[in-house]
């Protein structure tokens, strides 16, 4: 097995919505890597979008990772972020944050949304496309 990944709250919304959980990225993710950690922003933004019926499955899914807080030294990393994609395109916040939360703790980042990362320097990302089993 691999080592300890970032997760962008895509993979693990897409994993909860599939029937077949076994046919979702994030399952495949969990046949390959140590283990997982999950930027808070990414946390925020699954429990924001979720029910109270939906409390347990995130309970006990979340229960395996590590959730990094935001910190003063991660909102640095995404400033620096910002600047170099200034004149690039604009970015959403909370991708920003967890771009940033991945880059200062050099951890490869999986996610489904490619398009809002693919532009910050240094970020190794990993998407369906680019995963192999």
């Known amino acids: 097995m691999e080592s300890i990944i970032c997760l962008d ?8 919505r599939k029937t077949l959980k076994a046919k979702t990225f994030f399952y495949k993710l969990t046949n390959t890597y140590a283990g997982f950690v999950l930027p808070v922003t990414a946390h925020f933004e699954i429990l924001l979008g979720s029910n109270p019926q939906q409390h347990l499955f995130w309970k006990n899914l979340f229960e395996d990772m590590l959730i990094i807080p935001y910190q003063s030294y991660i ?11 200034k004149l690039k395109r604009k970015t959403i916040e909370k991708d920003l944050m967890i771009a940033a939360t991945a880059l200062h703790f050099n951890y490869r980042l999986a996610t489904l949304n490619q ?3 693919q532009d ?5 990302l990993i998407t369906p496309s680019s995963f192999i089993e």
């Open 75 to 85: 909102n640095l990393t995404a400033i620096n972020i910002l600047k170099q994609l």
């Open 9 to 16: 709250a895509s993979p693990l919304i897409d994993h909860y």
């Open 120 to 124: 910050i320097d240094g970020l190794d």
């Open 115 to 117: 398009k809002h990362f």
